[in-house]
């Protein structure tokens, strides 16, 4: 019994959950339709109130749980940041100039910056490119999903799945990891990959960019498709060879889509935690924002460092959402 | 694209050979981990899983039973028993350690006048011209070959001695209420973004757009105290909350997208013959809107289901809250070097994932394009 407790309250508070949801929108629609009937002497004004009110009434649990889960936050974090360690008392810019000054913070922005640059483009290109030969084979919709496959894969699994790769045994011992394995094949040494200094960042950006190519694989083929057919018809009858209808007119042309998947990695390279977290804790110099924003408030429990930590992450995200919204705003 | 024969095939084989590798690159790390997961802790150790299916060779060095127990046959004293437990077949074998593989099976090694032999089932039979005595038995050299050999040992572990199974049952309270929360408020707020007049629509369409890419980090130490204050800290109710609130922009987003395309004039005659808002939305746009829920649907569950941040922030470390990724980054810690271990908690935890992928990729990817502006 003890076992299914949970179980049987989540099924119960699903059940409230959602009877719930359904019973607030019908009563609170039922209630407006008594409080102005469509009929009367005054149908006509009463139609026009209850329109001005029922938008609201569909937005109000929306509006409510976005204020509470994430405006309220940000305004929170802002205010924390300049608060000491509880959030009890005003410290001015302390926790900011802590962090200007402190190691793991510069070294956290420098791997951040890698990780920035390096995953974004090389998930942009692999996925441009598995995008462009799954497109042309016969059994292309395979090979689609065994590269998309390792979105469904959590980021602590994928850790799992690449600290096997980069196993390390000592020289000499059967190699169990793969990697290692071929370097001792091709008659180098062994090496433990994610305890060396810079590069070990690397061997952590190498797992992001095997989850986050299919995504990008996804997106590029469907916009790859879209091009009009005249175009390359065009290319190929002036003599183009297939490398150079691909760089020089198909690319081209999806410029604006491979804008849209790499802002869209770049904003989850930004938050990126799992990973780090799980392969070295942010030793070895591998540390990278997010973590040590985790850690600040775990280990550090320091509330005030933590939200300064956490601002720079928000400052960092603030123009992709600026040209987000404006891009919306465009088209309509 | 055809014009030259020649050239159309090579480039068809480039194709064909450049898909084949990025594809075995990009499945190699899984099925190294999958075979791993079937393999016992000492063959994991002993030799890469890409040797697992191949028959492995090995050295042992067994000691025979002890002198003492010797009967007599004849005018011998002969000890019979196995080298090694069934199935395994002998290549070599040898008594001395300098030369451990000196006699093929079979053969008749001769010991100081003591007559040994191990068969290719690994049977030994020692005899001795004399009642010998003693309890330390004869040292025997033995090579062996093992054929491939899986186990799903490791999956009994993890599921019932290593607290995965609760774990799984821990991920499924979470994921099942934080999946159908978000949809049922959002389809609302999308319904009303896309097709009622209000003033500030615009606006709070920006707002659902700005919110989408706020990262989860900010929203972390102030939840966490206002949970705390409120008494929901550590509590199923909490993370059923914070996943609602992080879920949400993107269930908009999509949602709105999706039904503000659906064909004007269905919803308008609907409004001609009388109906209000919300029997529309009930009779006629969440039907036709399946598909976009279906998207989000399986968007969020994934989500939530491989999330280990805001678990490990709102959920306890305990037997009760702990869910799979927290377990696997405990199991990580303290069980590092224990990959049956690890390889089955795994794959335990991906297993679900996984399935919903394969089986409704369709809508993942419509998802997907319909709302590539977050990253999730």
Redesign the interface.
């Known amino acids: 019994m003890a076992?299914f407790q949970?179980?049987f309250?989540?099924l119960f508070?699903?059940v409230v959950?959602?009877f719930g949801?359904?019973a607030y929108?019908?009563v609170s629609?039922m209630l407006l339709?008594r409080a102005f009937p469509a009929r009367g002497a005054q149908a006509g004004r009463n139609i026009l109130r209850a329109?001005?009110i029922?938008?609201?009434l569909?937005?109000f649990?929306?509006?409510a749980?976005?204020g509470?889960?994430?405006?309220?936050?940000?305004i929170?974090?802002a205010w924390?940041s300049l608060h000491g360690s509880r959030?009890q008392e005003f410290v001015g810019l302390d926790n900011w100039r802590w962090m200007v000054g402190d190691d793991k913070f510069l070294e956290s922005m420098v791997n951040n910056l890698l990780w920035l640059f390096v995953v974004p483009a090389l998930a942009t290109l692999?996925g441009l490119?598995?995008a462009a030969?799954?497109d042309?084979?016969r059994?292309?919709n395979l090979?689609k999903?065994?590269?998309?496959?390792?979105?469904?894969?959590?980021?602590?699994?994928a850790?799992?799945?690449?600290?096997?790769?980069y196993?390390y045994r000592g020289e000499g011992q059967?190699?169990?990891?793969?990697l290692n394995?071929i370097v001792v094949g091709l008659g180098g040494e062994p090496q433990a990959w994610i305890t060396i200094p810079f590069w070990n960042s690397f061997f952590l950006m190498l797992i992001l960019v095997?989850i986050q190519?299919?995504?990008a694989m996804?997106?590029l083929s469907?916009a790859l498709r879209g091009i009009p057919e005249e175009t390359?018809e065009a290319a190929?009858l002036d003599g183009a060879t297939?490398l150079q209808?691909f760089w020089k007119i198909k690319v081209p042309q999806i410029w604006g889509t491979i804008a849209?998947?790499w802002t869209?990695?770049?904003?989850?390279v930004?938050?990126v935690?799992?990973i780090v977290?799980?392969m070295t804790n942010g030793q070895w110099g591998s540390q990278v924002?997010?973590n040590l924003?985790?850690d600040w408030?775990f280990r550090g429990a320091d509330?005030g460092r933590?939200?300064a930590?956490?601002?720079v992450?928000?400052l960092l995200?603030t123009p992709?959402?600026i040209w987000?919204?404006r891009n919306?705003?465009a088209e309509g | 694209m055809d014009g030259m024969a020649g050239t159309s095939s090579r480039v068809t084989w480039a194709v064909n050979l450049s898909a084949f590798i990025l594809v075995v690159l990009w499945v190699l790390p899984t099925v190294g981990l999958l075979i791993s997961s079937f393999r016992d802790r000492d063959q994991i150790s002993a030799s890469g899983w890409w040797t697992a299916l191949s028959a492995s060779e090995q050295n042992i060095q067994i000691r025979a039973a002890a002198p003492d127990e010797a009967q007599p046959e004849g005018s011998l004293w002969v000890i019979e028993g196995e080298v090694a437990e069934g199935g395994r077949e002998v290549t070599a074998f040898g008594v001395n350690s300098r030369r451990p593989v000196e006699f093929a099976p079979g053969e008749v090694a001769d010991r100081n006048g003591v007559a040994v032999t191990v068969t290719d089932t690994g049977a030994y039979r020692i005899a001795y011209p004399e009642k010998p005595e003693g309890s330390r038995g004869l040292r025997l050299f033995v090579t062996t070959v093992e054929p491939p050999r899986f186990t799903l040992e490791n999956y009994e572990t993890v599921l019932f001695s290593e607290g995965i199974g609760r774990s799984f049952l821990n991920t499924f309270t979470v994921t099942i209420p934080a999946t159908v929360i978000p949809i049922l408020i959002a389809a609302f707020a999308a319904y009303a973004l896309a097709w009622m007049e209000f003033p500030g629509r615009a606006l709070l369409i920006a707002v659902v757009v700005g919110l989408l890419v706020v990262p989860l980090q900010m929203a972390l130490i102030p939840l966490l105290k206002l949970h705390n204050s409120i008494g929901i800290g550590k509590a199923y109710f909490g993370i059923w909350m914070a996943h609602t609130g992080f879920g949400l922009p993107l269930a908009i987003y999509l949602l709105r997208n999706y039904i503000a395309g659906l064909p004007k004039e269905v919803i308008e005659s609907a409004r001609v013959d009388g109906a209000t808002d919300f029997d529309i939305f009930r009779r006629i746009v969440l039907p036709l809107s399946f598909p976009a829920l279906a998207s989000f649907a399986i968007f969020q569950f994934l989500w939530v289901w491989n999330d280990l941040l805001i678990a490990t922030v709102f959920l306890g470390n305990n037997e009760d809250q702990l869910v799979m990724t927290g377990r696997l980054r405990e199991l990580l810690g303290s069980r590092g070097g224990d990959w049956e271990i690890l390889a089955a908690s795994a794959f335990v935890s991906i297993a679900v994932p996984i399935l919903v992928f394969f089986s409704m990729q369709r809508y993942l990817v419509r998802g997907l394009l319909a709302g590539s502006v977050k990253g999730g």
Not at chain 1, 148 to 156: K, L, N, T
Not at chain 1, 159 to 165: D, E, G, L, P
């Open positions: 076992t949970p179980l309250w989540a508070t699903m959950g959602v949801c359904v929108f019908w629609n339709d329109n001005a029922r938008p609201w569909f937005l649990p929306a509006i749980i976005l509470v889960y994430l405006i309220y936050p940000v929170n974090s924390l959030g692999f490119i598995a030969v799954t042309r084979i059994w292309g090979a999903s065994l590269i998309f496959m390792p979105m469904a894969i959590s980021f602590i699994g850790s799992v799945i690449w600290k096997f790769v196993d059967e190699q169990i990891g793969i394995a095997w190519t299919g995504f996804v997106i469907a390359i190929v297939p209808v849209v998947v869209t990695i770049t904003i989850l930004l938050k935690f799992d977290l799980a924002l997010a924003m985790f408030m509330f933590a939200s930590v956490a601002m992450i928000m995200v992709i959402m987000n919204i919306a705003r």
